[in-house]
């Protein structure tokens, strides 16, 4: 059976993958898949689950928050902040989910952050501005 090496980085830890058979992950334009000696391919990952099959037919899930994967001489290589790898697709799931909440909320805390420090700007900016 043909296979190649799965190279994951991540902001935290890198981790190497031998005996990949398949690879089924998403992009913006939908689900695609990929074998040992794939053409050389490069896109970006959308927030979800992807899916490694090794060798000896048993499974990996990854989630990511999103990344870069990019497949050449028989290496897939995925650049994301983080990632989540486990055999246990529900657990997975279940962990991806719990982050895009922390991760959403951490976003409209900034955002609010943001619009409060912008009105504060413009407030200040408009008493310079009566001087």
Known sequence: MN??????????????IEQAASFSGEDNSGSFGLLARHERF??????GLARLTLADGSREYLGFPGGLLYFIDNELRISTRRYL????????????????????QALE???????????????????????
């Open 85 to 104: 790898r486990d055999s246990d697709v529900g657990r997975i799931a279940q962990a991806l989910t719990r982050e895009l909440l922390e991760e959403e």
């Open 42 to 47: 490069m896109t970006a990952l959308t927030f």
């Open 3 to 16: 296979t190649f090496t799965v190279h994951l980085f991540a902001a935290d830890r890198t981790e190497v």
């Open 109 to 131: 805390q900034t955002r609010r952050k943001l619009h409060r420090l912008e009105a504060e700007m413009l407030r200040r900016l408009a008493q310079l501005g009566m001087e």
